[in-house]
């Protein structure tokens, strides 16, 4: 959800959450930090629209929400403390995160591989486990990721998650999804997911690629303003080598970054850690220490 200025629940209350501000809005309703009177900390609050203003779909999406984000219990996937009613209001409790999204860190340019090496290591550790819990979040992209000062990355908004059976689908390629409608955000979402078939783990996969290029290179994968252009690019053309915009980003970390975003999903990795993996590599050749992830020095305070 993008920020916005009205806040038009600001300085009342949900049950027991005092509402403080309004940390963003969109079609189907506003996110705010609210303090929780009786466990004495912020929280996150995603209300609905009231029903004479909210369509039937924006609730079953909020239900979905909720549902897919019981499943998933990681360090890295903002967690979820409640979903009820309120006053003809549909509301889902979460954690507040602080800090900044990697879209507002994006405003101040390209991230150090190093960094954009931690980052996707944490997201695809987060993907993980919602992976484990046979939940596609469908929506990954800078907006929807948060890091706070410590470089502790958090995986926002499942809004548009997919709860998939116990077994992943295995004609994902050919068949085309019966419960949901085509959804996401266009740069980041993978061809199979714009061509509105079923979609596994190696969606999300391929919307991590589209992520990391644009942290590492400052620029989209996708970078085409019009509808019919960037359409024809996410399904018919390879991005720009991301060492165009920096020679300095290893062939090796452009080889990774390619197969993420491998038009044909049976190219991709198969699995978050896989890819985690590759990164870990590339993070090692890049000089980090450790277990690959470099010390964290926030410069938005």
Request: contains cysteine; charged residues 20%.
């Amino acid at each position: 959800m993008d920020a916005v200025q009205e806040p038009a629940l600001t300085g009342g209350r949900i049950s027991r959450y005092a509402i403080v501000d309004l940390i963003g809005a969109g079609g189907m309703g506003e996110v705010y930090r609210a303090h929780d009177d009786t466990l004495g900390r912020d929280v996150a609050i995603k209300v609905l629209r009231l029903p004479s203003t909210a369509h039937g779909d924006d609730r079953r999406r909020l239900a979905l929400e909720a549902r897919a984000l019981s499943r998933v219990n990681h360090p890295h996937v903002a967690g979820i403390y409640d979903f009820f009613s309120d006053a003809g209001r549909d509301v889902l409790v979460m954690e507040f995160v602080p800090g900044m999204t990697l879209k507002e860190l994006l405003a101040h340019g390209p991230l150090p591989l190093e960094h954009v090496v931690r980052l996707g290591r944490q997201i695809l550790d987060g993907l993980g486990a919602a992976h484990d819990a046979h939940v596609v979040h469908r929506d990954i992209k800078p907006a929807n990721v948060k890091v706070t000062s410590s470089g502790r990355l958090k995986i926002l908004d499942f809004g548009l998650a997919q709860v998939l059976p116990t077994a992943w689908p295995t004609s994902h390629a050919t068949t085309r999804s019966e419960n949901l409608s085509l959804a996401g955000t266009l740069p980041y979402m993978s061809p199979e997911q714009l061509r509105g078939l079923q979609t596994d783990q190696r969606s999300d996969i391929f919307s991590v690629g589209a992520v990391l290029y644009e942290l590492a290179t400052g620029c989209r994968a996708f970078p085409q303003r019009q509808v019919a252009q960037l359409i024809d690019a996410v399904l018919n053309r390879d991005p720009l080598p991301a060492s165009s915009f920096d020679a300095r980003l290893p062939r090796a970390f452009e080889r990774v970054l390619a197969r993420a975003m491998a038009k044909d999903a049976t190219a991709r990795y198969a699995t978050a850690a896989e890819y985690a993996q590759a990164l870990r590599k590339i993070g090692e050749v890049a000089g980090a220490s450790g277990n690959g992830l470099p010390v964290w020095t926030p410069w938005w305070r």
